[in-house]
């Protein structure tokens, strides 16, 4: 089985910064895509950053310009730098991983989520 782990969540004021970071650990052949989704309370999870292994990495429209995505394939981590933090990206942040196994099976993992809070 793949466990996802968030950490790094926190309370920081607007226009600050938090880095948010990704642990994909078991049997792990292959990780394809690590992404960041957010839900903040009354709404729906939505995609912030994704980043597919060889392909282009995109942003959601809100979060272009302050945030940025990258991974450490050899480690199986993920991260996400988030500056100049608005009060609007206060929310839950979850980690997701699709890939395969090494028994070959495809996998599609998610974290607990991580709290981020955005106030003065």
């Known amino acids: 089985q793949v466990q996802v782990v968030e950490s790094g969540g926190g309370l920081v004021q607007p226009g600050g910064s938090l880095r948010l970071s990704c642990t994909a650990s078991?049997?792990?052949?292959?990780?394809?895509?690590m992404a960041w989704y957010r839900q903040a309370p009354g709404k729906q999870r939505e995609l912030v950053a994704v980043?597919?292994?060889?392909?282009?990495?995109q942003y959601a429209d809100s979060v272009k310009g302050r945030f940025t995505i990258w991974t450490d394939n050899t480690k199986n981590n993920g991260y996400l730098q988030m500056n100049s933090l608005k009060p609007e990206d206060t929310a839950v942040y979850y980690c997701?991983?699709?890939?395969?196994?090494?028994?070959?099976?495809?996998?599609?993992?998610w974290g607990q989520g991580t709290q981020v809070t955005v106030s003065s």
């Open positions: 997701s991983a699709l890939g395969t196994t090494i028994g070959n099976t495809s996998f599609n993992s």
């Open positions: 980043s597919p292994s060889g392909a282009i990495i």
């Open positions: 078991g049997s792990i052949s292959r990780i394809y895509v």
